[in-house]
Structure formats: C-alpha cells, structure tokens
C-alpha cells in the first residue's frame, strides 16, 4: 500500500514537473510572438513535395502489410491482436499546419487547436489501405497520439471522414496530463497481444526515447535495431519531434537557430 502511495505522488510530481515545462516553452515562444521559421521550409517541402518521402511512407506500410500477414499465418487461430499506432505525421498529415508556422510566422503551438479543430488533415500515404487491411484481417487498432482530451472529438471525426477503422473514443487515446504513451500501451497490453506498433517518434514505442539526450537516444537505437522493421515501423518525419528537442536539451529558452548550426557536421 505504502509502496503504491509512493508511486501515486512520484506520478502526481512528473506530471506537475512536465505540465510546468510545456507551459515554462508556450510562455517563451509567445514572448518573441513573430517567430521566424524559416528553417522548416526545405523539411516541409520534403514532406509536401518529394515522391521520396511518400515512398517511403508506403514503404513503411508495405513492410507493416508484411509483418501482419507474417503473424496471422504463423498462428492462423490468434485472437486478440493489436497494432498500436500515433497519429501525427503517422496517420494524419499536419504539414498544412507546419507552413502556417513559416508564411503566418505563427508560434507554436499558436493555432494547433484551431487546425486540429477542422478535422481536415489528410491521411498519411498508405496509412489508410494498412489499418483497413489490418482491421479486415481482425486486427484491432489503436490510435495512441499526444494530442489533447478536447481535440479527441475532431480528431475522431478527422478519422472518420477518411474512413479510418476503429475511430471511437475507446480507440482513440488522447494525452491527459503526461506526454509518456506508457500507461496507455500498458492498457492496451492488459487485454491485447499487441504485433506493432508504428509512429514517427521513437518514443511512440518505448520510453527510453521520451525526453532523454541525443546521445542516449542514438545508443538506444543502436541496441534496439533489430526492433525496427519487425515490431517497430518508424514513418519519416523531418519536421519536428523529440529528436528536435533533444538537440536543444529540451530547453527552447535558447537561441536554437545558432544551436543547430552548431551542431551540423562538416570537414
Ligand atoms: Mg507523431
């Protein structure tokens, strides 16, 4: 009891110290208000523009098709299989949103909500025939994303317009008050033998991604890449994620542009 007591306020602390960060990064973004973005241009193009990252996203798909089909012949009778997917820039494409930030010079997450809230983003390359395939095949999908409890309502309704399976509250699961999807996998995990899982974050399948150091990140990976491409499908997302904010330590109080110039490689 007193153990589980323990742990109920070390998670009561991690969620304050989170909520605080994420409000310590909005209240300085917003104070130099016109931000310059320009340094999302070229990812944002990629994303829009080049058949190459929408190869690889059908790459991406093609092998989780494969990985399935590997599964359910492997062990025709298995019940209650799962994939457990993110969202953004894994189902859903924000890239609309993302040149908001360089042509408006928006801050964000200035007008997340007011683009989430139309529940017009499009479907990420491949993403719609896999989870429908899957779904046909009597796979169960989940939808784990970050994205907040009052966007749950457009997000489904988002889904549903682009005929995504399994769009409904139950699984579609959004963030409360901490960013780890852990407690949220391990929910899933109670009731489900779950064969995938598929984001464009690595921390949308283990934690030792989440909010952890470049370095630590790398060495992650690099014990980890047997994961990838059998259990882990990774989507490409140049834009922004945790690996952006692990090269400014998670700290945007600082002038990043000259951070990441700091940080090219050259000869
Ligand atoms: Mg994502």
Known sequence: MKTK????????????????????????????????????????????????????????????????????????????????????????????????LVIKKYVFPDKWKEWTSLANAKPIPGSLDFFNYAASKG?????????????????????KKLNFPFADSVHVMTRDSISSKEIRRNKVRE????????????ADFNDSYLKTSMDYRHQTALEQKDSFGSIYIVLPNAMYGEWESAMYNFNYNQNTDSIRRSLLITF
Do not use: W
Not at 194 to 199: D, Q
């Open 5 to 100: 007591q323990f742990l109920l306020i070390i998670a009561a602390m991690s969620s304050i110290v989170l909520v605080s960060c994420k409000q310590t990064n909005t209240t300085t973004k917003e104070a130099n208000k016109e931000a310059n973005n320009d340094h999302l241009i070229m990812s944002i193009l990629y994303q829009q523009r080049a058949a190459e990252y929408e190869a690889m996203c059908y790459q991406s798909y093609n092998l989780a098709k494969q990985i399935v089909d590997q599964k359910l012949k492997a062990n025709p009778k298995a019940k209650n299989l799962a994939i457990i997917t993110d969202i953004d820039e894994t189902v859903l494409d924000n890239s609309p949103y993302e040149a908001a």
């Open 191 to 202: 009731n489900y033998d779950v064969i995938l899982y598929i984001g464009d974050n690595l």
């Open 139 to 159: 796979v169960t999908i989940f939808y784990i994303t970050n994205r907040d409890t009052d966007e749950k309502h457009a997000t489904i309704e988002n889904l």
